[in-house]
């Protein structure tokens, strides 16, 4: 067992408590923080291929500093996306969000 | 130096655990602001795993981007959308968390499987990269992917804009 398998291990938790957060939650503020959970997983299996393989180590780091940049759009998107529809429908719950209109 | 190395398991296990925790408990904890705490703390046991891979600079922007930055906008969105107290629905029926698990599981074990048998660690050490250089590849090298990450935080933000202006028109 190499040091690239912890780290990877590491990234992997985040994964599958990101994505069992996503598939349980039925609130979408908690969606959203599922999804923040797997982007960070993401970005520290990036950065431990890329220190510890002969990959470009420098490439590794700026990739994950990119997937931050993304992370931070994507959670100031959903805020917003998140006001409207609570403002519309009084509810974040995503089962009872299911009508269509323009 | 030879004890630092000595100590390095340890950290790492102390670290797997805080990250252990904290998606365990922003995936499964009820109330949302217990649920933001959870995230906090495994992004910052992220950090301390990328203190460990030698990639200080990222260790920091971790802290500052989504420890600083993002889960105040979280807090933000729970705030503003009145859950009561922060209180999110019912987790969902045990259909639900039983299918949640198998989709969590599930991955997560073919992925430590291939991790095992396929990859394969080249370095023993991981490569002191100094900020300076991480710059310099920024605007030159990688120069594009700087570009279209400022493209889309941008149009991100206008949409957002956008998006909170046709909230208030329709009130």
Redesign the interface.
């Known amino acids: 067992?190499?040091?690239?398998?912890?780290?990877?291990?590491?990234s992997?938790?985040?994964?599958?408590?990101?994505?069992?957060?996503?598939?349980?939650?039925?609130?979408l503020?908690?969606m959203?923080?599922?999804v923040?959970?797997l982007l960070?997983?993401a970005?520290?299996s990036i950065?431990?291929?890329a220190?510890?393989?002969?990959a470009d180590?420098?490439?590794g780091?700026?990739a994950?500093?990119?997937i931050?940049?993304?992370?931070?759009?994507?959670?100031?998107?959903?805020?917003?996306?998140?006001?409207?529809v609570?403002?519309?429908f009084k509810t974040?719950?995503a089962d009872k969000i299911s009508e269509l209109g323009g | 130096m030879q004890e630092l190395q000595a100590l390095s398991p340890y950290a790492?296990g102390l670290?797997?655990l805080i990250?252990?925790g904290g998606?365990?408990a922003?995936?499964?904890c009820k109330n949302?602001i217990r649920?933001?705490a959870g995230?906090i703390t495994?992004?910052l046991?992220?950090a301390g795993?990328?203190m460990?891979?030698?990639?200080p600079?990222?260790a920091m922007?971790?802290v500052l981007?989504?420890v600083g930055?993002?889960s105040v906008?979280?807090f933000?969105?729970?705030m503003?959308?009145?859950?009561p107290a922060g209180d999110?629905?019912?987790?969902?029926s045990s259909s639900?968390?039983a299918?949640?698990?198998v989709?969590?599981?599930m991955?997560?074990v073919f992925?430590?499987s291939a991790?095992?048998n396929y990859?394969?660690?080249?370095?023993e050490t991981?490569?002191d990269?100094p900020v300076d250089?991480?710059g310099q590849?920024?605007l030159t090298r990688?120069a594009l992917?700087f570009e279209l990450?400022s493209v889309?935080?941008f149009?991100?933000?206008a949409?957002?804009?956008i998006?909170?202006f046709?909230?208030r028109r329709?009130q």
């Open positions: 067992m190499n040091s690239l398998f912890l780290f990877q291990l590491a992997l938790v985040m994964l599958a408590c990101g994505l069992l957060g996503l598939t349980t939650r039925r609130d503020i908690g959203l923080i599922s923040e959970l960070n997983g970005g520290l950065v431990a291929a220190q510890l393989t002969n180590a420098s490439l780091q700026l994950a500093l990119l931050m940049g993304l992370a931070a759009a994507e959670a100031t998107l959903v805020l917003a996306i998140v006001l409207v609570g403002k519309r974040t719950d | 790492y670290y797997l990250i252990l998606s365990l922003a995936a499964l949302l649920a933001m995230l495994a992004m046991g992220a795993m990328y460990m891979l030698n990639a600079f990222v922007m971790q981007i989504y930055a993002v906008l979280i933000f969105a729970i503003l959308t009145k859950t999110s629905p019912e987790l969902g639900k968390i299918a949640g698990l989709v969590g599981v991955p997560f992925l430590v991790c095992l990859f394969k660690q080249q370095v991981p490569p990269i250089q991480l590849d920024l990688y992917g990450i889309v935080l149009v991100a933000m949409g957002a804009v998006l909170g046709e909230r329709s």
